[in-house]
């Protein structure tokens, strides 16, 4: 799995998220009635199949901040996931190591020489929060320019 699914995927799968986003029980139930008029038992698993529905739609975005938020206090430590890509890293658990965060911008394309780690962490913190805008986040309109 790539270094941004485990972003997406902790961000967009935490249970804040799958609160903020019904847009999973609107998905059962329109899979509920092709079901009901047909009288196989392929309902159950087109039912499960909707039932994951915690990316997020373009009708309702997953807020970002305030879920990266709540992982910073829930982490216990003095971390600005606003401005810092270790610290976001951090928040979510994750390993923020130097290859990690290597690893991460070649996924989303830097060009720039990965051994200016401070030039590339900034271009990475702003490159994440477009990619997970591109991808059904509520991102910070001061974060995304």
């Known amino acids: 799995m790539s270094i941004f699914s485990k972003i997406k ?8 998220a799958a609160a903020e986003n019904p ?12 079901a ?9 698993p087109t039912a499960t199949s909707a039932a994951p529905a915690a990316t997020p739609s373009a009708s309702s975005p997953v807020d970002v901040a305030p ?16 401005h ?17 965060r290597k690893e991460l911008a070649d996924e989303l394309g830097y060009t720039g020489d990965t051994g200016d780690s401070a030039k590339m962490n900034m271009w990475l913190h ?5 990619k997970l805008s591109e991808n059904g986040g509520k991102v ?4 995304l320019d």
């Open 9 to 16: 995927n902790a961000i967009f799968g935490h249970p804040a």
């Open 23 to 34: 847009a999973a029980a609107p998905a059962a139930t329109t899979a509920a009635p092709a």
């Open 36 to 44: 009901a008029s047909s009288p196989t038992s392929s309902a159950a």
């Open 67 to 82: 879920i990266l938020d709540a992982a910073v206090k829930k982490s216990d430590q003095k971390l600005d996931w606003r």
């Open 84 to 100: 810092s890509i270790v610290d976001l890293m951090k928040a979510l658990g994750m390993d923020a190591s130097l290859s990690e």
């Open 126 to 130: 702003k490159a994440l929060m477009k």
């Open 140 to 143: 910070p309109a001061d974060l």
